[in-house]
């Protein structure tokens, strides 16, 4: 969860993806041209409980600010906004109207005097700026509800993407991640040319030379153009050497049920082509329905064989209105849980095993807040000595690794 509180008094907090937070950015900087008061809450509904943790946090921001206008959007305002319309002095807006200023303007909530109370979510400053490049999806993954609320893929024009990236560049950020729901699948024609993921890389580095450090945010591995961002990222030093895929599952069998177009198989090849110059990490998916134990030890194995350094698995969350809802074979929730443990366990072995090599190596880092810096890897770097300003780039020597972060030594 993401949220900001700068000092304006349009405050904004955000659950779910990266996403969410940088269209609440955007929000934010619309409303505060012609509103002086406002929350907006930007909602998540990619599982049960982040549904659930939207409409309280809703509610409870409510309470607290009984004279304040709030917005309810996002995912979860977009699929259940009867969670929503009772809350007092809200309104709904869906994922279809929430980059419109007319959607906010036209709501009507009736306050005197419109005045923020009570809103303690602290504002985590990053060092680096994400920019979207695209919004929706094409794709209809079993277990998935984001393209009903989120629409179908619309690849955004490159001179808007550059004009954010620019902008971004002048304000200080380093660090550029292009970010979008489906960021892999991006995909523009200009005349009788078509730009892919790949191509929008490069243009953007060659336009921009301010940029010094360029990532992706979550990829689909059986994008063909993949390949392409993988032979970018090792001839390119500004891009960074690793990716996170969209994975989901190991077990071609379960990949298949979930409706997903890669196979183990696939990601084999890609970390291969890496040639272990490149990290990755990955979304797991435990219990979906009809996963044996059989068939988790087909991911679990997967784990173990190619070695990514970071996993975020969960267990699997039915969501109604979804086909994995009704599918046979629903796994109890005490046997997803136990695997999530498993493979974390696993990811959590390779992770050690990667850092340990990095030891006595010189890496560069974009520093962060409190010393804390972000290796290319994506790996927290304590930087042990005097101060170091945020979004300063600088080589350091890994020293030691402490709770699962490196040490460093400025050079």
């Known amino acids: 969860m993401q949220a900001e509180n700068k000092k304006s008094n349009i405050k904004t907090l955000s659950f779910g ?20 008061t406002a929350i907006v809450v930007n909602t998540c509904a990619v599982t049960a409980e982040a549904e659930r943790q939207s409409g309280q946090a809703v509610r409870k921001i409510a309470r607290e600010n009984p004279n304040a206008p709030i917005f309810a959007t996002g995912c979860a305002a977009t699929r259940n906004p009867e969670l929503f319309t009772k809350i007092p ?53 079993a277990y998935c509800i984001t393209r009903q609320l989120r629409g179908t893929a619309i690849s955004f024009d490159y001179i808007d993407i550059l004009a954010d990236v620019q902008r971004a560049v002048c304000d200080g950020f380093s660090e550029i991640v292009l970010t979008g729901v489906d960021l892999a699948s991006y995909v523009k024609k200009d005349g009788d ?38 032979d970018l990222i090792l001839n390119e030093p500004r891009m960074m050497p690793h990716l996170h895929f969209s ?45 044996t134990e059989e068939l988790f030890n087909e991911t679990l194995n997967l784990v173990r064989e190619v070695k990514p350094i970071k996993i975020h698995a969960f267990p699997f969350s039915p969501r109604p209105g979804t086909p994995a809802a009704d599918m046979q074979n ?82």
Not at 22 to 28: A, G, Q, T, V, Y
Request: glycine share 6%; aromatic share 4%; hydrophobic share 35%.
């Open 89 to 141: 002095n809200t309104a709904v807006i869906s994922n279809a109207d929430k980059m419109k200023l007319g959607a906010y303007i036209g709501q009507n909530i009736q306050i005197q005097q419109p005045k923020i109370t009570n809103f303690n979510h602290v504002d985590t400053k990053l060092s680096k700026q994400f920019v979207r490049i695209q919004n929706g999806c094409n794709h209809n993954c």
């Open 247 to 291: 994975m989901q599952s190991g077990s071609d069998t379960i990949l298949k049920s979930m409706g997903r177009r890669h196979s183990a198989q696939r990601v084999r090849d890609l970390v291969a082509r890496g040639m272990g110059k490149i990290t990755f990490s990955w979304d797991i998916i435990c219990g979906f329905p009809g996963e």
């Open 330 to 411: 629903q796994i109890n929730r005490a046997v997803s849980k136990e695997r999530v443990r498993i493979i974390n366990d696993a990811a959590n072995q390779n992770r050690a095993e990667f850092m340990h090599g990095q030891l006595e190596k010189t890496v560069q880092v974009l520093m962060e807040e409190n010393n804390i810096a972000r290796c290319p890897h994506d790996i927290d770097v304590k930087i042990a000595g005097e101060s170091v300003p945020a979004r300063t780039i600088c080589n350091v020597i890994i020293t030691n690794i402490e709770n699962d972060c490196f040490v460093g030594q400025k050079c």
């Open 193 to 230: 040319q078509v730009c892919l993921i790949s191509d929008l890389c490069k243009k953007l580095l060659l336009d921009v030379p301010g940029i010094k450090r360029l990532r992706l945010s979550s990829v689909d591995p059986a994008v063909p153009d993949i390949d392409n961002v993988i």
């Open 17 to 36: 993806c990266r996403l969410n937070a940088l269209e609440s950015e955007k929000i934010k900087n619309m409303l505060a041209e012609r509103m002086n």
